[in-house]
DNA sequence: CCGTGCGCTGAGAGCCCGCTGAGAACGCTG
DNA sequence: CAGCGTTCTCAGCGGGCTCTCAGCGCACGG
């Protein structure tokens, strides 16, 4: 999962990206709020810790700004505890969540986890193609009335390709957003297809993961 | 997907071209300032990257000059990081995004990704000669109401004689655009524009891709 | 009518891509 | 420490894809 943290104190952006990366983010850094705007419309980010002090133009003004670029990618306010801005002024303009400095990273991660889970709550809860469905809170995949067993990659893999289902995703695609890496070896990618093809679709005589060769794999919208 | 690279540094222009074209792209190259507006102009490209530093014609006068002349084709922009030039100057002229060198590869292709993303809703999504049609994205081509599978290979040919249909494209430019070579024997193109007609044409007894004796092909606007 | 040259096609060689089984490394639990 | 589940690497293989080549048909010009 890919975040980007805005923050132009420098030893706390050190140390939420050190933090976030332990609990196996992908930590991105902007230093002012022109930079995290840009970064936040360009980056493909699954989530955005912005702060509010910010160099050249606000965390309220980020936020603001994208949302009315119909960018609705979950934001995660931070505030130091001053009183000089109002939290709830941050939601009134879009943002997801927030939390006040000081705070704890188990909570900061948590909460972030939260966001993810929910999507904001913009997405459906659950993702589906055809009778394969996939629940991010609960953490289940079915195949008709059946439950399906995954570990955690396999389900990240899954829930990746359903978020992007009829679509033609490349390995490299899958590597950045699933590995959080783009120099490994796109055989792993390989193998966890193949563990999933066997899994979802060759014990029910489907076959949804299609691979589409010189180009990545697509996951049928019908289910296969 | 086609990509004009504007870069005059040889190394970096070759790397750019042999990275990009990997990941799937069609990728055309100018070397100085001039020769790129002019490729951008002309060369119906879904995407330039244009490097600032250019001879004859820095990539600010190149973005300048082609908004000026209401041309909104997508603009990532490459900088050195020494500071000389402001990033933000070029989001002013008119450019869609940046990257500071040195840049991974892999964010230059999620950006490119994301730009293509953003902006497909301007241009149609699809390409079509009649009843025949292609999609990049979804990586699909149609005869009607019917699927049609294509390598990789018939794939890109296709989707270059599409757009550039009702045009007679000749073997060499079809080389340079497709096989990214110019001095491969010309009958490969002629084995490949056999493959393309015996599985769009042949099957549905249409005549889309049609033989110019002594110049080249055209793929016929009405399908055939 | 024939000759020349262009384009078409079937056959096949080689290569590369993707799939898979085996197993090593690692962490967690009892 | 043993046992288990998960992740990831590696090597081998099978087959699809790409490209070459040679032979043939056909258009066009003499």
Redesign the interface.
Known sequence: MRVLVVEDERRMAAALQRGLQAEGFAVDLAHDG?QGL?EA????YDVVVLDIMLPRLSGYNVCKQLRAEENWVPILMLSAKDGEYDMADGLDLGADDYLTKPFSYVVLVARLRALLRRDSGRRPAVLAAGDLSLDPARRRVRRGERDVELTPREFALLEYLLRRR???V?K??IL?HVWDT??TDPNVVEVYVGYLRRKIDAPFGRNALQT????GY?LAGDGG
């Open positions: 022109e840009h419309r360009h980056g493909d009829d679509e033609v490349s490299s695609e950045e783009f120099d589409v060769r010189g180009a697509r």
